[in-house]
């Protein structure tokens, strides 16, 4: 009897096993039919229940959203005003759901105003001016939009080890510990020479455009390191805070300072995750309400009706 209850045991707990082994393979099997099945379907009902599928998706994945991927032209082209909201993981909303992204709260802040707005969510996780150069064309120019919300230099700025001599540091923009060097990885003066390429492309198109500066980090980012470090990131981020600041001012372009704002409200903690660098929900709300505040105030929007479909 004994022998039999310890092979019954090991039978259930076995079977358990499986059963979980088999569910983390269905959710991984629906993360790759919700990306796969807005890729290459164009059949509107797939990509509805694609979408509402995604939606409820709290982890991250590369790439654009899973709700913009199914975005068409020819669908938004009678639409007015078009915004697209052009950045890195911030924009994307990591670890958020959608529904709590900025643009998404953006859009709806801005449907009491304009009923047929339509605000495109194109954050891609990890991505540096560099990349958004790569990809203006296909991911923010093809939908014409009228406004351009643009958003990086977190990824840019954020220090990383470097094999070899530090010559392509500027002035003290690295930090060494030991006999290591970390460097932006993206350095100052290519920073700005892309950033400056991207807007040209968006203003030979006539699109308005926003320029947002870095959301803040707190104190104890990047986790792990010690203090100097810490605070030799946060010095760093300043200077490419500043850099996007004159070039938004010499281009005569919107500019809203999202690093005086995170830090004017204080209790940083509050508005970012755990990492120390993402926006948690209440971040998201506090920039869409931001940046509500300041379209508004600004009228920026004004001149959308006179931009071609």
């Known amino acids: 009897m004994l022998i039999f209850k310890k092979n019954y045991f090991k039978i259930y707990h ?14 991984f099997f629906v993360f790759l039919f919700c990306i796969t099945a807005t890729s290459l379907c164009s059949c509107s009902n797939i990509i509805r229940k694609t979408e509402k599928i995604a939606s409820g998706i709290p982890f991250n994945y590369p790439g654009l959203r899973i709700e913009t991927r199914s ?11 078009r915004i697209v909201c052009f950045g890195d993981s911030v924009t994307f909303g990591w670890n958020i759901r959608y529904d709590f992204s900025y643009p998404y709260l953006l859009e709806s802040n801005l449907a009491s105003i304009y009923p047929e707005i339509k605000v495109i969510n194109c954050g891609v996780g990890g991505n540096t ?9 296909k991911d923010v120019l093809s939908y014409k939009p009228h406004l351009v919300i643009i958003n990086f230099g977190l990824n840019d700025g954020m220090l990383k080890k ?22 932006p990885q993206v350095n100052i003066s290519d920073f700005e020479e892309i950033y400056r390429h991207v807007i040209n492309l968006l203003k030979d198109n006539n699109i308005s455009i926003l320029v947002l500066g870095i959301s ?13 470090f810490q605070k030799k990131q946060k010095d760093i981020y300043l200077v490419y805070n500043e850099r996007i600041r004159k070039i938004a001012a010499d281009n005569a372009l919107y500019f809203l300072n999202l690093w005086e704002i995170f830090n004017s409200q204080g209790m940083q903690d509050k508005y970012i995750q755990p990492d120390g660098i993402h926006p948690n929900e209440a971040g998201q709300k506090l920039i869409s309400e931001s940046v509500f505040k300041y379209i508004t105030e600004n009228n920026i929007l004004n001149g ?4 071609q479909n």
């Open 162 to 183: 470097q094999a070899g001599k530090i010559h392509q540091a500027e002035g003290s923009l690295y930090y060494k510990k030991d006999s290591s060097y970390f460097l």
């Open 216 to 228: 803040s980090v707190t104190d104890n980012f990047p986790a792990g390191q010690e203090v100097d």
């Open 304 to 307: 959308s009706d006179n931009v």
């Open 71 to 81: 975005i068409r032209f020819e669908d938004t082209k009678n639409i007015n005003p």
């Open 14 to 27: 076995r079977k358990n096993k499986i059963k979980n082994y088999l569910r983390y393979f269905l959710y």
């Open 129 to 137: 001016v560099t990349d958004a150069s790569a990809r203006i064309k």
